[in-house]
T-cell receptor
Framework: AQKVTQAQTEISVVEKEDVTLDCVYE???????LFWYKQPPSGELVFLIR??????QNEISGRYSWNFQKSTSSFNFTITASQVVDSAVYFC?????????????FGTGTRLQVTL | GAVVSQHPSRVICKSGTSVKIECRSL??????MFWYRQFPKQSLMLMAT?????????EQGVEKDKFLINHASLTLSTLTVTSAHPEDSSFYIC?????????????FGPGTRLTVL
């Protein structure tokens, strides 16, 4: 069975600091997909990224970057120059490709608080 | 991206009543819809998977007779919490996907906050 671990429950940083959110996953499948979602206080999930298991290239999107390391089963997320609007709960999730129903397994989330 | 709506966004009801939550895919046909429950400060837990025209598949520990799911069309799934009790108070989120397979992105609704008094 798959499992996603986000060991950091809460992180607090001062604006403009860089912050990395950790995600470690477990799966027996060779083909799988990894996701990051942002959940602001309003509750709605905001999709940030999807990465398949065959693509280990790191990705950068503006202030966001992701580091996928298959060797350590990690998919970490870094926010550069954090802003107050980045304050939210961030979830890492896993979907196994063999699942016909695309079921997502979520980590427990990391609450990020960015202060002035 | 595709849009998924939920109605109502917030509901307060008395213990013992039933509550229906609708999940609609507005601009695509959703072959599969998922229902999640999220307790305060916790993660999303999958409750059930529903495919249009067939019975929903419930996760272990989720009572199918209490959480009735109907996926009557390719754009609508409903979750009915029957005889709701205070412990059912939670944030219910649906998602929809247009195809089978783990590579298909799930599009999430804005959630419904249920409070049972």
């Amino acid at each position: 069975a798959q499992k996603v671990t986000q060991a950091q429950t809460e992180i607090s940083v001062v604006e403009k600091e860089d912050v990395t959110l950790d995600c470690v996953y477990e799966t027996r499948d060779t083909t799988y997909y990894l996701f990051w979602y942002k959940q602001p206080p309003s509750g709605e999930l905001v999709f940030l990224i999807r990465r398949n298991s065959f693509d280990e290239q790191n990705e950068i999107s503006g202030r966001y970057s992701w580091n996928f390391q298959k060797s350590t089963s990690s998919f970490n997320f870094t926010i550069t120059a954090s802003q107050v609007v980045d304050s939210a709960v961030y979830f890492c999730a896993l979907s196994e490709a063999e699942e016909t129903a695309s079921k997502l397994t979520f980590g427990t989330g990391t609450r990020l608080q960015v202060t002035l | 991206g595709a849009v998924v709506s939920q109605h109502p966004s917030r509901v307060i009801c008395k213990s013992g009543t039933s509550v229906k939550i609708e999940c609609r895919s507005l601009d695509f046909q959703a072959t599969t819809m998922f229902w999640y429950r999220q307790f305060p400060k916790q993660s999303l837990m999958l409750m059930a998977t529903s495919n249009e025209g067939s019975k929903a598949t419930y996760e272990q520990g989720v009572e199918k007779d209490k959480f009735l799911i109907n996926h009557a069309s390719l754009t609508l799934s409903t979750l009915t919490v029957t005889s709701a009790h205070p412990e059912d108070s939670s944030f219910y989120i649906c998602s929809a996907t247009a195809g089978a397979g783990g590579h298909n992105e799930q599009f999430f609704g804005p959630g419904t906050r249920l409070t049972v008094l």
